[in-house]
């Protein structure tokens, strides 16, 4: 009875720290792929295929990390960016855009409208777990001044 117990506790806080991932990628075949990947990684994973679908889940639910495609059907990828970083109960979610367009002007509107990584397709599906890691993890700090120890402190 005991290590049952022990058991669901550890599930209970396994679960507690997964992270939510949406992919919004409206090629069926790449958003299964990405979805899977996420999945297979340990992440709770929501998929939509649209930007009207997109910004109807931002809007009842905040993610960890946004993976986003740019030429999206509805709303592009762009005012969907826009829409997560001017959303204050969003402030903390990351945007990794996830695109055919690799133009450079692309790459820069892209940092302009807040993304956190710009990825351009073809990709390594290695190189997005690996980002997605580094910005759950991230994620999880807090940088506010004040937070944390002075400098010249050791703990």
Partial sequence: MKVKKE????????????????????DQ???KLVSYNLSKNGYA?????????????LAGDVFDVVVLDIMLPGIDG?????????????YKT????????????DKIYGNIVGADYYLTKPFSVAKLMD???????LRDKDFRVGSG???GKNS
């Fill in 149 to 151: 120890d002075q400098y």
């Fill in 78 to 90: 762009f005012r969907i960016c826009e829409y997560i970083k001017e959303d204050a109960k969003a």
């Fill in 94 to 105: 990351f945007v990794v855009v996830l695109t055919a367009r690799g133009e450079p002007l």
């Fill in 7 to 26: 058991r669901k506790m550890v599930q209970t806080e396994v679960e507690r720290k997964q992270k939510k991932i949406l992919v919004v990628e409206d």
């Fill in 45 to 57: 994973v929501e998929s939509v295929f649209d930007g009207i679908s997109a910004k109807d889940k």
């Fill in 131 to 137: 980002i997605v890691k580094e910005l759950t993890v």
């Fill in 29 to 31: 075949n790449l958003n």
